[in-house]
T-cell receptor
């Protein structure tokens, strides 16, 4: 089946620093990728839709300048959490679409101290 | 995307079948019914999807009501590894690249 690789799986950073999370579709091309955020025991919350070669579409309430998304190629989308603060600590998950199905990365646990 | 409604949690005994229900009364004619599951500390994984007819694969079966306003995911023999949160979502056939919204899902507990 299709594989989506997400790195890093876990990151701890100091408040004020920026963190980049990569999402790669390993064996297929993904025109569209999605970024989600998930708090403990809660469902996935869609943050933005990333389209190759164009600007991402952010959901209401998600700060564009805070969560920078780049989808420069058909196999790579990145999410950069800029000037991270403790309230940004969360589990971030990416997904890519192939035909009708969604394939997900394994997630990134971000902890901001 | 149309919304779905699922029970918050369900419990099953190991080796027994599990029927996970999902209501989607506002489904449109072009919506696929998808099921994904999420194991602890992992990203969701695809389970099964269908449009109108019942579907079977190696993981599960999907039974779709004739009016398509509800569906049931069937795990034929639950194992401890099936303990996860199961999400029922709808995705449009034509705008499949459109955003996908997840509901609360059903947390399945499997007892040995």
């Amino acid at each position: 089946g299709a594989v989506v690789s997400q790195h890093p799986s876990r990151v701890i950073c100091k408040s004020g620093t920026s963190v980049k999370i990569e999402c790669r579709s390993l064996d297929f091309q993904a025109t569209t990728m999605f970024w989600y955020r998930q708090f403990p025991k809660k469902s996935l919350m869609l943050m933005a839709t990333s389209n190759e070669g164009s600007k991402a579409t952010y959901e209401q309430g998600v700060e564009k300048d805070k969560f920078l998304i780049n989808h420069a190629s058909l196999t790579l989308s990145t999410l950069t959490v800029t000037s991270a603060h403790p309230e940004d600590s969360s589990f971030y998950i990416c997904s890519a679409q192939l035909n009708e199905k969604l394939f997900f990365g394994s997630g990134t646990q971000l902890s901001v101290l | 995307d149309a919304k779905t409604t699922q029970p918050n949690s369900m419990e099953s005994n190991e080796e027994e079948p599990v029927h996970l229900p999902c209501n989607h009364s506002t489904i449109s004619g072009t919506d696929y019914i998808h099921w994904y599951r999420q194991l602890p500390s992992q990203g969701p994984e695809y389970v099964i999807h269908g449009l109108t007819s019942n579907v079977n694969n190696r993981m599960a079966s999907l039974a779709i009501a004739e009016d398509r306003k509800s569906s049931t995911l069937i795990l034929h023999r639950a194992t401890l590894r099936d303990a996860a949160v199961y999400y029922c979502i709808l995705r449009d056939v034509y705008t499949g690249g459109f955003k996908t919204i997840f509901g609360a899902g059903t947390r399945l507990f499997v007892k040995a």
